[in-house]
């Protein structure tokens, strides 16, 4: 956020970003609330490309996506969609003129969520792989519009040719953990007006242990704390301390129900490592067990994989943010999800 905040306000041309980071990181909360931060003198249109569904028209219907989103932001009707679809890319840069003139010395950010969406659908052939390059034309010259993307890939993994044409003018933003005294914040004081409720030092150290800072697991780890605060209070009216403790903690993550509600990040994360390099999901399998992670050579024993390949999957999993190097080996970054695994 700091880094847009200096990317955007401060400076009297707005730049494109991609904001990349693995499942449920906080990509898209930081589209959505940036937005809050911004001012009178930058609009953001967020679009969602998730939504755009199977484009059976071509690129004209996702053009038509982002011209709606661009409508909201700025308040100028979009173009007709039979013009979008007759004549796609001449319209879309008439209308992105319009806009410009309209905003006059205001800004606007294109923001365009879960943009993988776009290769997925250049390797479909619904959209031409010429996509990127006339995007990208359609902002060059203004000094008011840019893109924000954000997604999955990591920028190594976007070489592909269809993104080729933003990297020189695209500022690459990483979300990744939260550092500890963000987790705390955010647990021991969430934007809730008074707040009551606290926790001892030893359980924010450890709900950061078991989270590893991960944004999502945070907000469920701190979510069930308070729902069994209420339930005690309220519903068993019980008289208890407003302190949350380590048994708090243990109780709350060991309810089968937790786990469960973490299924949508921890599924997540198990389904991206069938992407890319193989192996990936056989070396999780086999990490599961060791909480102090394995040496590289007992891996190598453990799985079917050759060097080669070994070393890719290892490398895919730690730029996800999946597992990390120790002098000793490797290790899954997420307790919690190490816990997922075996369950
Ligand atoms: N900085 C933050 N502070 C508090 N909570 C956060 C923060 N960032 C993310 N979260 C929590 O994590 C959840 C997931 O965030 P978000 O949907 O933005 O992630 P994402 O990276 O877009 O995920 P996906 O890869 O699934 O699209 C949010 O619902 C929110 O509860
Ligand atoms: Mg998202």
Redo the contacts with the bound molecule.
């Keep these: 956020m700091r880094q847009l905040d200096e990317l955007w306000l401060n400076s009297h041309q707005v730049q494109s970003v991609v904001i990349y ?10 589209l ?1 609330n940036v937005t809050n931060r911004l001012g009178a003198e930058i609009k953001l249109a967020y679009i969602n490309l998730l939504g755009v569904g199977d484009t059976s028209q071509g690129v004209g219907e996702v053009l038509m996506a982002i011209c709606d989103g661009i409508a909201e932001a700025v308040n100028l009707p979009p173009p007709a969609d039979e013009d979008l679809l007759n004549l796609p890319y001449p319209t879309f840069r008439r209308y992105l003129q319009q806009v410009e003139t309209k905003l006059d010395n205001q800004s606007l950010i294109i923001a365009l ?2 943009f993988e969406q776009i290769e997925e659908l250049i390797n479909k052939g619904k959209i031409a792989p010429d996509f990127m390059k006339v995007l990208r034309a359609s902002v060059q010259k203004s000094k008011h519009i840019a893109f924000a993307f ?1 997604g ?1 890939h990591t920028l190594e993994e976007m070489t592909e040719d269809y993104f080729q044409p933003f990297f020189a003018s695209v500022i690459p933003i990483r ?1 990744s953990f ?1 550092p500890p005294a ?1 987790s705390h914040q ?1 647990l021991a004081n969430p934007a809730i007006e008074d707040f009551p409720l606290d926790y001892t030092r030893e359980t924010l150290d450890q709900i950061h242990e078991l989270t590893a800072g991960q ?2 697991l ?2 469920l780890v701190g979510f069930g704390l308070v729902n069994r605060y209420n339930q005690q209070v309220f519903e068993q009216k019980r008289d208890r301390d407003p302190v949350f403790t380590l048994e708090d903690l243990e109780a709350v993550i060991n309810n089968p129900d937790f786990l469960n509600k973490g299924r ?1 990040y921890f599924t ?1 994360v198990w389904g991206q490592a069938t992407e890319g390099a193989p192996g990936q999901q056989e070396i999780l399998r086999i990490l599961a067990p060791h909480p102090s992670g394995l040496s590289q050579s007992a891996l190598a024993a453990a799985t079917n994989l050759d060097e080669a390949s070994l070393l890719a999957a290892l490398e895919t999993l730690k730029r996800h943010d999946v597992i990390h190097q120790t002098p000793e080996g490797w290790l899954l970054s997420v307790e919690l999800f190490r816990r997922w695994l075996l369950s």
């Design positions: 980071g693995h499942r449920r990181m906080g990509k898209t909360s930081i959505r969520d879960e954000a999955l979300v939260l963000t955010i944004p999502y945070v907000q949508y997540g």
